[in-house]
């Protein structure tokens, strides 16, 4: 009696255990999908990023207007940085936060979808920067994409945001900044979207009274 007593928890051990087990599989199960979704998300966006031509071309969709614009193929740390974030859905829904009317418009600040930190826009990115891609014969011409950065006495190697730029509005007021930061694309067409923006108006710290969105960034050729 005393063997059958016991292989009968034993029984009831192992059937607690196995019930356990399945519960901890189901519970594990959502995590188990999202991760296989975030590989294949990962995997997609490598695809693309392999297929793209040396210099791709993205639509930047704004609130105001569609800004196009062309990635220089000698700036590639920059130009796959920007395309992975774009693939990402990162700018969606970003602001230009920073706008000089006669000088340039930036944008790429995640924290600029929380009005409650406005006081930090401009200080936000993805977490890492991009290593400097500075280049003589890109410079900062009308339309110019070029990354934002922090100063050089707290970033001496001059490494770039890893999501903000700015758009050249103005090359003459702009070519001071030649050789001091990465310029890694151009503008092709929506020069006067460009404009646009640049003219909107701003309060003390340069930010739009109105905002200007990023509604997405596409990939066109």
């Known amino acids: 009696m005393r063997h059958s007593f016991t292989l009968a928890l034993l029984c009831a051990a192992l059937c607690l255990v196995s019930c356990g087990n399945r519960n901890s599989k189901k519970s594990e199960s959502p995590k188990s999908e999202k991760d296989n979704e975030a590989v294949m998300d990962s995997l997609k966006i490598s695809e693309k990023l392999a297929a793209m031509p040396e210099e791709p071309v993205f639509d930047i969709i704004t609130t105001l207007g569609t800004i196009r614009v062309k990635l220089y193929s000698n700036t590639p740390k920059h130009r796959e940085n920007f395309a992975r974030l774009a693939f990402e859905g990162f700018y969606d829904g970003i602001l230009f936060h920073r706008v000089i009317n006669g000088f340039m418009i930036q944008t790429g600040d995640p924290l600029s979808k929380e009005p409650e930190k406005q006081a930090s826009w401009g200080t936000g990115g993805p977490g890492y920067t991009v290593p400097a891609e500075i280049l003589p014969e890109n410079t900062h011409l009308k339309g110019a994409l070029a990354a934002a950065r922090r100063s050089d006495r707290a970033n001496p190697l ?36 460009i404009d646009k923006i640049a003219s909107v108006a701003t309060d003390a710290r340069d930010c739009p009274l109105s905002p200007v969105k990023i509604v997405s960034v596409k990939l066109v050729k």
């Open 158 to 193: 001059r490494e770039s945001s890893g999501s903000q730029f700015y758009i050249v509005q103005d090359e003459r007021t702009c070519a001071q900044l030649d050789g001091a930061y990465t310029v890694f694309g151009q503008t092709i067409e929506g020069f006067e979207v």
